[in-house]
């Protein structure tokens, strides 16, 4: 059974840095694909950041791109999300994904991803 642990949320100020980590566990996860996906106050679920277990490019939304990124440990089979320069609007609960799917371009939409942790909060402060 597959499940994904979020950690490393919490309170941090405008313009400071947070990491959280994505504990992995129940499959070889070689040829999963591997996201980040946030969820704001009032808002839908949006896609973050997002790589393939085996390596390779990753690819970021717009709004975090050049502040966030994704890696993966595989000796430790755990996700980071490194984000850097936080703004108030990074405000979310913080969602880690994992998709079967191995082949053609990433994917971006939350209904593509089939196992899902529970969240961790980051709120960021003025």
């Known amino acids: 059974q597959v499940q994904l642990v979020e950690s490393g949320g919490g309170l941090v100020q405008a313009g400071g840095s947070l990491r959280l980590s994505c504990a992995a566990s129940?499959?070889?996860?070689?040829?999963?694909?591997m996201a980040w996906f946030r969820r704001a106050p009032g808002k839908e679920r949006e896609f973050v950041a997002a790589?393939?277990?085996?390596?390779?490019?990753?690819y970021s939304a717009d709004s975090v791109k050049g502040r966030f990124t994704i890696s993966i440990d595989n000796a430790k089979y755990t996700v980071y999300l490194q984000m850097s320069s936080l703004k108030r609007e990074d405000t979310a609960v913080y969602y880690c994904?994992?998709?079967?799917?191995?082949?053609?371009?990433?994917?971006?939409?939350?209904?593509?991803?089939?196992?899902w942790g529970q969240g961790t909060q980051v709120t960021v402060s003025s």
């Open positions: 790589m393939r277990w085996s390596g390779g490019s990753t």
């Open positions: 994904a994992a998709s079967e799917a191995s082949l053609g371009p990433i994917r971006v939409g939350e209904r593509q991803y089939d196992y």
């Open positions: 129940g499959r070889t996860f070689w040829r999963y694909t």
